[in-house]
Each structure stands twice: as C-alpha cells, then as structure tokens.
C-alpha cells in the first residue's frame, strides 16, 4: 500500500467588507484593481457582509460580481443563505479559526520592490503585519524585521537582517537545498519545500538567536547561526 503523505501549508485568506450602496464599493473596487491588477490574483478571499443589511440594493448581484473579477471567494461570513437576496448564491460553507491581523496595504503596481540582481529580492523596509510578500523567482533579502502577521515567500532562501516573526516560506520552486536564516528566531511558522515547523516546534533555546533553518532527511532542521 502506498504511505499518504499530508503536509502543511499556511496562506493569508483576505476579507472584503462591501458597505453600503454597493455599486459605489464595487466602483471603488475596480479602482484599486486597475492600480494593482495582481493584488487578488490567486488570493483567498473571505466575504464579511457585516455592514449590509438582506435589503441592500444591489446585494443580489455582488457575488457574480466578485467573479467576474477573478477574486475567489472561500468563505461568506457576516450575512445568511435565507436572505432573499442570497439564495442564489453558491455559499461556501464556513471556516473556523483564523486570525484577524488588520487592515493591509494594497501596493502600487508602479512602486514594486526592485530586485538587486538576477534570483534575488532586497526589501530595505521591514515587512509589516497584513504584508505577504511573494518572490517565486529566487531569494528574498529583507533588511529589516518580518512582523507577527506578515508572511514571505521565496523561490529559493529567505534572508532576514532583523527579527523573524512573521511566516517564512522558502524553496516555493521546489528547491530543498533553500534555507531560512534570520539574526532572531521567532517565527510563527517557517516552512522549506512543503516542509514545515510551527513556533511550538521551534527549539525554545533558540527562540530570540541567530538561526538558520535547512532541510535534513524531510524534516526541518533550526540551528544557531554563531
């Protein structure tokens, strides 16, 4: 019989909260589309319809609506399938747990983060809470902290100058001879190859040290940078 294999993988679900007159948010939504196409692209995305009420013009149409516009949605929280409104609607059975980490900031396509050089990302700014930075093509060098919250994901290494609190993802492109090093471990999740550690499994000696994380025998090793 062949062994089954379950890994785990942890992504960044947005929720959009749609207020009232709902062609105006939609308008203001394609606004922000326009000045960063990708932003969506591929995301999770959770509907909050808890600033609408079940006779909000325009409630009907709102999911087609997000459709029509490449965002998937994975949950709806906040309103009801009973809603006249609603019960056309492919409603997406509820999530349990999460964490809320705030609002985000949506990046201009025009301010991208410029690469230093082929295979790398250098990033002079910390990586906020809410952030997700995504660097498929090779390492990414933050200069700063990763805050609790923020999640980077790399192609290949992942360097960190500053603290590592956030997620870190390394070897995206199948790559298991990536590693993970930071100047303080204290990451909530750090992953190489679809391998991963949660912060309980992190050696607490070395919680707050200079570490490195690297692959050995499918299991995610951390130790001490010296």
Request: net charge negative.
């Amino acid at each position: 019989m062949p062994q089954i294999r379950v890994r785990g993988r942890s992504f960044m679900a947005l929720v959009l909260s749609p207020e009232p007159m709902i062609a105006d948010w939609l308008t203001a939504l394609d606004a922000q589309i326009a000045r960063s196409s990708a932003f969506f692209a591929g995301k999770p995305v959770i509907l909050d319809l808890g600033l609408l009420a079940a006779d909000d013009e325009g409630l009907d149409g709102l999911v087609p609506a997000l459709t029509e516009r490449g965002i998937r949605l994975i949950a709806i929280e906040g309103g009801s399938p009973d809603w006249e409104a609603t019960r056309g609607w492919d409603w997406p059975d509820a999530l349990t747990g999460g964490r809320a980490v705030g609002a985000l900031d949506i990046p201009e396509e025009e301010a991208p983060a410029p690469p230093a050089a082929p295979g790398s990302l250098i990033l002079d700014e910390p990586v906020r809470s809410g952030q997700s930075i995504v660097y498929p093509e090779g390492d990414i060098i933050v200069m700063g902290s990763v805050a609790s919250g923020a999640e980077v994901v790399a192609g290949g290494s992942i360097h960190v100058y500053g603290a590592l609190r956030g997620r870190a993802v390394a070897g995206l492109s199948g790559r298991p001879e990536s590693r993970i090093l930071c100047r303080r471990m204290e990451a909530e999740l750090i992953a190489i190859d679809g391998y991963y550690l949660t912060a309980e499994d992190i050696p607490a000696a070395l919680t707050g040290q200079p570490a490195q994380a690297r692959l050995h025998d499918e299991n995610v090793l951390v130790t001490r940078l010296d």
